[in-house]
Nanobody, 121 residues
Framework: QVQLVESGGGLVQAGGSLRLSCAVS????????MGWFRQAPGKRRELVAG???????NYADSVKGRFTISRDTAKNTVYLQMNKLKPEDTAVYYC???????????????WGQGTQVTVSS
């Protein structure tokens, strides 16, 4: 059974950085396609960054140039490096595995539990 466990969220001031991690267990291939989504209060869950099996990266316009998605296949872990954080980045961040992360994303049913990111102004 596939399990995803996120970590790395927290409280940071605007302009700061955080790195989120998503550890994947139960599958050695599903990490090939991974995505990070976020959901702010009262808003729909949205794709933030995606990494396809072909190694292509897709980012929401709002985070381009600030966020970077990467994976370490040896550790079965996917990361989201978030720099120059803004208050509007405040949300619960979720990783997703095995979906389609092009355009606006078509997530799979495999979700982590979420990690809170709060950016103060």
């Amino acid at each position: 059974q596939v399990q995803l466990v996120e970590s790395g969220g927290g409280l940071v001031q605007a302009g700061g950085s955080l790195r989120l991690s998503c550890a994947v267990s139960g599958s050695t291939y599903i990490i090939n396609a991974m995505g990070w989504f976020r959901q702010a209060p009262g808003k729909r869950r949205e794709l933030v960054a995606g990494l396809t099996a072909a190694g292509l990266r897709n980012y929401a316009d709002s985070v381009k140039g600030r966020f970077t998605i990467s994976r370490d296949t040896a550790k079965n872990t996917v990361y989201l490096q978030m720099n120059k954080l803004k208050p509007e980045d405040t949300a619960v961040y979720y990783c997703n595995a095995g979906g389609d992360y092009t355009d606006y994303g078509q997530p799979s049913n495999y979700w982590g539990q979420g990690t809170q990111v709060t950016v103060s102004s």
